[in-house]
């Protein structure tokens, strides 16, 4: 039998590329997740220069790697340098999972179905005919925009900080739904009404909250942050302060769209609410809970 078999053999592996990674949770969901489908997988954080992007993929495919995550800044260049790429990927312009098949370079775009299975089913928030504002203008943004729009909200508001660039996405993405897109600039939201508001922009980052003048929010209303922190963000304290009644950060989001990355590698969906669950616990290590 050992003539047959080789039980030495290493697990496939998989890797999450940025600048920075060292703060990446997606070895410990993907873990998790391996744990989930009864099988053994072996998934590094890869620091990556920027400039380096193309090489650092080239030389991991070369090592053996079946698989990428891709985060920021390069998730432009990932799609430059797919061969095939999702229809939402391709509308995005940006890819956050890759995927090798001979010589082939496949690239997808789970970031969307990861902020809409966190609204939808994990905060139990339906976007369907809800008046949406999503803030910031750039790839964060573009990412999950598509897939928003899919839910068929009643109205989508863009706000940015350059009224050009959230004007110019409202535009391209205007054929991809029936719900009215507009894009404007952060003063131009006085007095609106919204059910949800996204904050896409970087600013949580730096401990700080886009410019929103006074916006009227309905009954029951979201504030969500793509962000994910171990305590409130900036924009979740503001929100709150604001007496939006639920507010919630990005972790949801991150999962929701690991688990898409994980069942296009390995065929297996798995459940996501008990990741959630350790994540926010803090039970959950790269070996398990």
């Keep these: 039998m050992s003539d047959l078999f080789d039980f030495d053999q290493p697990p496939p592996l998989y890797a999450v590329m940025g600048n920075p990674v060292a703060h990446s949770r997606s070895p410990e969901i993907h873990q998790l997740f391996a744990q989930q489908a009864s099988i053994k997988i072996d998934y590094q954080r890869l620091q990556v220069d920027v ?41 995005a312009r940006a890819v956050n999972t890759l995927w090798f098949e001979a010589n082939a370079i496949n690239g997808d775009n789970t970031d969307g179905v990861g902020i809409v299975r966190d609204i939808n089913n994990n905060l139990q928030r339906p976007i369907n005919h809800t008046r949406l504002l999503v803030l910031g203008a750039g790839g964060a943004v573009r990412g999950v925009l598509g897939e928003l729009l899919r839910c068929q909200p009643s109205q989508v508001v863009v706000a940015n900080r350059t009224v050009d660039k959230a004007v110019e996405l409202a535009d391209t993405f205007q054929n991809h739904s029936n719900a009215e897109i ?62 939006i009644p639920h507010v919630s950060d990005g972790l949801g989001m991150l999962v929701e769209q690991a688990a898409e990355s994980f069942y296009i590698w390995h065929g297996y969906r798995p459940s996501t609410e008990p990741v959630i669950r350790a994540l926010r616990s803090g039970t959950a290590t790269e070996d398990g809970l």
């Design 51 to 91: 400039g380096g992007f193309a090489q650092a993929v080239s030389n991991f495919q070369a090592s053996g790697g079946q698989g990428l995550n891709v985060t920021v800044p390069f998730k432009v260049e990932a799609w430059e340098l797919t061969d095939t790429c999702s229809e939402r990927a391709e509308l």
């Design 182 to 243: 507009l894009g404007c600039g952060f003063g131009e939201l006085e007095e609106m009404h919204f059910d949800i508001i996204i904050n896409g922009t970087a600013a949580s980052l730096t401990g700080e909250v886009p410019p929103i003048p006074k916006i009227h929010f309905g009954d029951g209303a979201l504030a969500y942050d793509m962000v994910y922190s171990t305590k409130p963000t900036a924009f979740m304290r503001w929100a709150t302060g604001t007496g």
